[in-house]
Nanobody, 121 residues
Framework: QVQLVESGGGLVQAGGSLRLSCAASGRTFSRYTMAWFRQTPGKEREFVAAIYWINSTYHADSVKGRFTISRDNAENTLYLQMNSLKPEDTAVYYC???????????????WGQGTQVTVSS
C-alpha cells in the first residue's frame, strides 16, 4: 500500500508561483515513476508531468518552460514548481505513483486526494 498526500496549493495571481509537494509513504519510493495530473470540474483528468526513478522527466506541452517536476528520494517527496501561472492552470492537482514502466503517461496505481490551485486574473 502506498499513501500520497499533496500540499502547497492555494490562491495566486496570474504570473505568480506555487510549489506543490507530495509526501509518499508505505512502500519503497526510489524506483517508482511519479506524476502530477490536474482536473477541473466537468473536464477529464489531464496529465501534467512525470518523473522516472532515474530522474528523467517529461512535461506536457501546456506547462513546458513554466512547471518543473522533481523528486527527493531521501525524503520520499515529489515536487511541482509552478511559475508564470495562468488562469487556465486552475485545477485540483493530484499526485500519482506506480512501479516504473515504459508508459510514463498512464497506468498509475496510487493517487493522492488532491490540492486546489486557483489562479486569478
Amino acid at each position: 500500500q502506498v499513501q500520497l498526500v499533496e500540499s502547497g496549493g492555494g490562491l495566486v495571481q496570474a504570473g505568480g508561483s506555487l510549489r506543490l509537494s507530495c509526501a509518499a509513504s508505505g512502500r519503497t519510493f526510489s524506483r517508482y515513476t511519479m506524476a502530477w495530473f490536474r482536473q477541473t470540474p466537468g473536464k477529464e483528468r489531464e496529465f501534467v508531468a512525470a518523473i522516472y526513478w532515474i530522474n528523467s522527466t517529461y512535461h506536457a506541452d501546456s506547462v513546458k518552460g513554466r512547471f518543473t517536476i522533481s523528486r527527493d528520494n531521501a525524503e520520499n517527496t515529489l515536487y511541482l514548481q509552478m511559475n508564470s501561472l495562468k488562469p487556465e492552470d486552475t485545477a485540483v492537482y493530484y499526485c500519482a505513483a506506480k512501479p516504473t514502466t515504459a508508459d510514463i503517461r498512464g497506468g498509475y496505481d496510487y493517487w493522492g486526494q488532491g490540492t486546489q490551485v486557483t489562479v486569478s486574473s
